[in-house]
């Protein structure tokens, strides 16, 4: 179904959070080409075969074969500066005030890249992007699933030195034989040197694995988190608990989550019929056809979302984050403000 104007000034206009994105999958064709320019290496075709090869995957597997290829032209700290300037000054175009931010280490360190030149150039980009266009970014370092945990261990390790540019660890990457218990050891240690802790579970594989996820990393976020629909149990777990869903619905159909696990149909407003804290964000966007604004209208469209609706999805974003509580309460009054303002 089409939705209104008003909703769609309404959608767009509305302060946002964004919970669930992966600087890497935000690289646009365009940036990539600039960059690989740069730093003399080939690109094969253009930017807009690029975007053309972007536009439907069989599953996660074939986008990660895909992303991790593109994640190879990053080499020094200015392409990372570039890369999350970028996204910022798209991400302020949705009005999202705040930005937890994913990164993958491990896909440089493999490439040879030092840690240090990629956490020093997303920082660079997150402190450029804050003052130019007020969007708060911070950084969640994620572990690659599909690597062993002694892996991830050795990434712990290397992040020491730069614990006041992290606030939390994820897990992404394969789900499929990499549950999340996988990284017990490596996520008792990022607790005890006071990251957050969130994972990504409950996308390719069943329900098993969000239960993992709480139960073996206790997590205090699940990513994704669809499948969770498959077990009452685990609604009414999720739904008592308060635990916050950051959910992506334009990568759930491009992934093929929604066709072959979720019977074709958007979750979220049931998800929300069902008491969840479910968040709406954009995920890899430079893959997925929309950032952060689209995600919040094929959604609207799908499953009939009313203002109050987009209201409380946004609400609970803002709660979800890592930010101090009297930040969640500045942020909350905006909403409200704003709801009041297009009543």
Same mark, same amino acid.
């Given at each position: 179904?089409?939705?209104?104007?008003?909703?769609?000034?309404?959608?767009?206009?509305?302060?946002?959070?964004?919970?669930?994105?992966?600087?890497?999958?935000?690289?646009?064709?365009?940036?990539?080409?600039?960059?690989?320019?740069?730093?003399?290496?080939?690109?094969?075709?253009?930017?807009?075969?690029?975007? $053309?090869?972007?536009?439907?995957?069989?599953?996660?597997?074939?986008?990660?074969?895909?992303?991790?290829?593109?994640?190879?032209?990053?080499?020094?700290?200015?392409?990372?500066?570039?890369?999350?300037?970028?996204?910022?000054?798209?991400?302020?175009?949705?009005?999202?005030?705040?930005?937890?931010?994913?990164?993958?280490?491990?896909?440089?360190?493999?490439?040879?890249?030092?840690?240090?030149?990629?956490?020093? %150039?997303?920082?660079?980009?997150?402190?450029?992007?804050?003052?130019?266009? %007020?969007?708060?970014?911070?950084?969640?370092?994620?572990?690659?699933?599909?690597?062993?945990?002694?892996?991830?261990?050795?990434?712990?390790?290397?992040?020491?030195?730069?614990?006041?540019?992290?606030?939390?660890?994820?897990?992404?990457?394969?789900?499929?034989?990499?549950?999340?218990?996988?990284?017990?050891?490596?996520?008792?240690?990022?607790?005890?040197m006071g990251l957050r802790l969130v994972a990504h579970a409950?996308?390719?594989? %069943?329900?098993?694995?969000?239960?993992?996820?709480?139960?073996?990393?206790?997590?205090?976020?699940?990513?994704?988190?669809?499948?969770?629909?498959?077990?009452?149990?685990?609604?009414?777990?999720?739904?008592?608990?308060?635990?916050?869903l950051t959910v992506c619905p334009l990568s759930n159909d491009?992934?093929?989550?929604?066709?072959?696990?979720?019977?074709?149909?958007?979750?979220?407003?049931?998800?929300?019929?069902?008491?969840?804290?479910?968040?709406?964000?954009?995920?890899?966007?430079?893959?997925?056809?929309?950032?952060?604004?689209?995600?919040?209208?094929?959604?609207?469209?799908?499953?009939?979302?009313?203002?109050?609706?987009?209201?409380?999805?946004?609400?609970?974003?803002?709660?979800?984050?890592?930010?101090?509580?009297?930040?969640? $309460?500045?942020y909350l009054r905006a909403i409200e403000e704003f709801n009041?303002?297009?009543?």
């Amino acid at each position: 179904m089409e939705i209104s104007e008003d909703l769609r000034t309404f959608i767009e206009g509305i302060p946002k959070a964004e919970l669930h994105i992966h600087i890497e999958g935000t690289f646009e064709p365009e940036l990539m080409h600039k960059i690989a320019n740069r730093n003399g290496l080939p690109f094969e075709g253009t930017p807009e075969t690029h975007r $053309e090869r972007r536009r439907q995957f069989k599953d996660l597997q074939d986008f990660l074969d895909l992303y991790y290829a593109a994640c190879a032209v990053l080499k020094t700290e200015e392409d990372f500066r570039d890369l999350m300037y970028s996204y910022l000054q798209r991400a302020s175009r949705d009005n999202v005030k705040v930005a937890e931010i994913f990164f993958d280490p491990q896909s440089h360190t493999e490439n040879g890249i030092s840690f240090e030149t990629v956490i020093e %150039g997303l920082h660079r980009g997150i402190v450029e992007g804050r003052r130019d266009f %007020g969007v708060h970014g911070s950084l969640i370092m994620c572990f690659l699933r599909h690597l062993s945990e002694e892996k991830a261990e050795e990434t712990l390790r290397q992040s020491e030195p730069f614990l006041d540019k992290i606030i939390g660890v994820g897990l992404d990457s394969g789900e499929r034989g990499n549950p999340p218990s996988k990284f017990r050891r490596v996520y008792c240690r990022a607790k005890e040197m006071g990251l957050r802790l969130v994972a990504h579970a409950g996308e390719e594989c %069943g329900p098993d694995y969000i239960t993992d996820a709480l139960d073996s990393l206790h997590v205090s976020r699940i990513d994704h988190g669809v499948r969770c629909r498959e077990s009452p149990e685990l609604v009414r777990r999720l739904a008592e608990t308060g635990i916050p869903l950051t959910v992506c619905p334009l990568s759930n159909d491009k992934l093929q989550v929604k066709g072959r696990f979720l019977e074709g149909k958007n979750p979220v407003k049931c998800f929300l019929d069902d008491g969840l804290m479910v968040t709406l964000n954009s995920d890899d966007p430079a893959y997925f056809g929309g950032y952060i604004t689209d995600n919040f209208i094929v959604t609207a469209r799908e499953t009939g979302l009313t203002k109050a609706d987009v209201r409380n999805i946004c609400a609970n974003a803002f709660k979800s984050t890592f930010l101090p509580e009297q930040d969640k $309460e500045r942020y909350l009054r905006a909403i409200e403000e704003f709801n009041t303002a297009h009543q």
